[in-house]
């Protein structure tokens, strides 16, 4: 089979197509895919935490992005994508490069849509995640290490066997759809003071900036683990060069390469962007789990380490934080929650 797309030039280190249009989306652009995501997923609800509103002297609110199907918020931008593709695409199919809820994210578009769907995978990827993946019809290829060297083993394939390359952050539909979530907060709540938002690719941190970052006075804050700061780095810095250092534990944020488009959008309007250590995160997931039952990902507990390190900010706030996703590994899940030597 010849390739039908070849790489073009990429401003950041990834690898790109020609369907890959690197201009930001708009909060218009969130209003349409809203239109399309909304047609096939429920809202989900907005419920203040009594735990985190005694905790912080304030009002906090917990975006219920886990209920979602898949059990994460990117299934809003699997399915706010794959709607639209060409039918050109739709032979050999979808191919793309994941820790897990992306990948399960094109895996539920993929099947809704019925185009077929190879996701690559880093040798240890949370086995939960990956077994969710093949109940939805994906082919799961296992390469390397790292999220980084399956994305390449997935960028060649797509070079070299024609699949259409669904990057994790260099897709405007992805963004727009994700930021869906940010819509269906101002309609609930238009009166916010702060969001705060895990940062892995930026894609959610992207969407909303875009939605309650303009629609609303609320201050956006973006969150990542210490030890793996490569978008952080290159928010403040002003560069899109990647960083070796990548050893959190939290895979949803685990990313090396800082990616352009994303990266366009959080210079331009992210106002803040903490980092949090790893101990933060743990700790999170489990007073998540003790406090409110929700097995939360390490990724979404670097919101509320974030917010535990602005205490005194946020006293008498009113403050949302997504439970982005609930796919930990039970295995991870119990040395968190039963064991506190593991902290
Ligand atoms: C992907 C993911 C994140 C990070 O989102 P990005 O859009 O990649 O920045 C946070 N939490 C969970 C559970 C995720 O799956």
Same mark, same amino acid.
């Given at each position: ?13 990834? @690898? ?25 997923? *429920? =809202? ?25 199907? @898949? ?24 191919? *793309? ?6 990948? =399960? ?20 990827? &949370? ?34 066997? !024609? ?47 875009? @939605? ?32 070796? =250092? ?15 488009? @994303?990266? &366009? ?18 700790? !999170? ?25 602005? =205490? ?26 039963? &064991?506190? &030597?593991?902290?």
């Amino acid at each position: 089979m010849t390739a039908p797309y070849h790489p073009v030039e990429s401003p950041d280190e990834t @690898t790109i197509f020609p369907y890959h249009d690197l201009t930001p989306p708009t909060t218009a652009d969130v209003y349409h895919a809203h239109q399309v995501v909304s047609r096939y997923l *429920s =809202q989900t609800p907005l419920v203040r935490s009594e735990f985190l509103s005694a905790e912080f002297g304030a009002d906090v609110y917990l975006k219920r992005e886990d209920i979602l199907p @898949t059990g994460a918020f990117k299934v809003r931008g699997g399915i706010n994508l794959v709607s639209q593709l060409d039918d050109g695409f739709h032979d050999p199919g979808l191919i *793309s490069a994941s820790t897990g809820n992306h990948g =399960q994210s094109i895996a539920y578009a993929g099947r809704m849509f019925d185009i077929p769907v190879t996701i690559v995978v880093p040798e240890d990827a &949370n086995p939960s995640k990956v077994t969710e993946m093949e109940r939805l019809g994906a082919a799961v290829r296992f390469h390397g290490d790292a999220f980084d060297d399956a994305r390449e083993h997935a960028e060649e394939l797509a070079a070299d066997e !024609g699949y259409r390359y669904v990057h994790s952050a260099n897709e405007p539909a992805l963004v727009s759809g994700v930021g869906t979530a940010g819509l269906e907060i101002v309609e609930d709540l238009p009166d916010i003071d702060y969001l705060f938002c895990p940062v892995g690719g930026g894609s959610s941190a992207a969407g909303y900036c875009l @939605t309650v970052g303009t629609l609303t006075e609320a201050t956006v804050i973006g969150a990542q683990s210490e030890a793996a700061p490569a978008m952080h780095r290159a928010w403040t810095e002003g560069h899109l060069a990647s960083h070796e =250092q990548m050893e959190t534990s939290a895979e949803g944020i685990a990313t090396r390469v800082p990616f352009a488009l @994303t990266m &366009n959008v959080l210079r331009n309007q992210l106002p803040e962007f903490d980092l949090v250590s790893e101990h933060a995160i743990k700790e !999170g997931v489990r007073d998540l789990f003790t406090e409110e039952r929700i097995p939360a990902e390490g990724a979404c507990a670097a919101s509320l380490a974030a917010m535990r390190q602005r =205490q005194e900010e946020l006293r008498g706030q009113t403050v949302v934080f997504p439970i982005s996703g609930r796919n930990i590994s039970p295995a991870t899940l119990r040395s968190i929650v039963g &064991n506190t &030597n593991h902290l």
